[in-house]
């Protein structure tokens, strides 16, 4: 076993001196969520859940405004977290279709707010499609939204870490 420490300390600083690439993003979509704030909150031990329900909303290409997908209404929603330190702690959920096409996407959002404010949160986004589905893509990538979340529409861009 003290045979082994050397070998485990050299890997240690092997890693810690590796330089990790800088993460760059690049700009998929604009958001716009339109949200039904009217159904209330759950006073629970770690804070205030909201219940909030999508009535619509569009991603669009960014520079050109061309529609890409449309939020379906009524379905998913915002259960996220106003914390006891006052942190906003998002937990969303949507399902979009894409226009021209049959295809569906559900996507769930993870996020904090970044202000302490509660107006604008950073969000991991997970999207699931159809195998076949022009925009399958997206299963296996790093998505990430900044969401301003002070207005109705909340507004926002969907970005993807680039290799």
Not at 97 to 126: M, R
Request: no cysteine.
């Amino acid at each position: 076993m003290l045979s082994q420490i050397p070998l485990f300390a050299f890997t240690l600083l092997s890693v810690a001196s590796a330089q990790l690439k800088e993460p760059t993003f690049t700009k998929l979509y604009d958001v716009q969520l339109l949200a039904d704030v009217t159904r209330g909150r759950i006073i629970g031990p770690f804070g205030e859940r909201s219940i909030v329900a999508w009535q619509g909303g569009n991603f669009t290409e960014p520079g050109t405004s061309n529609l890409v997908a449309q939020v379906i209404p009524g379905l998913g929603g915002e259960f996220g977290l106003l914390g006891s330190n006052a942190a906003f702690y998002a937990d969303g959920r949507a399902a979009v279709q894409y226009v021209g096409e049959d295809k569906f996407a559900y996507i769930e959002i993870h996020g904090v707010d970044v202000n302490s404010l509660g107006t604008e949160t950073h969000n991991l986004v997970h999207f699931e499609v159809d195998p076949d589905s022009p925009h399958v893509d997206l299963v296996s990538k790093f998505l990430f939204l900044s969401l301003n979340i002070a207005g109705n529409p909340l507004i926002g861009s969907l970005y993807q870490l680039d290799d």
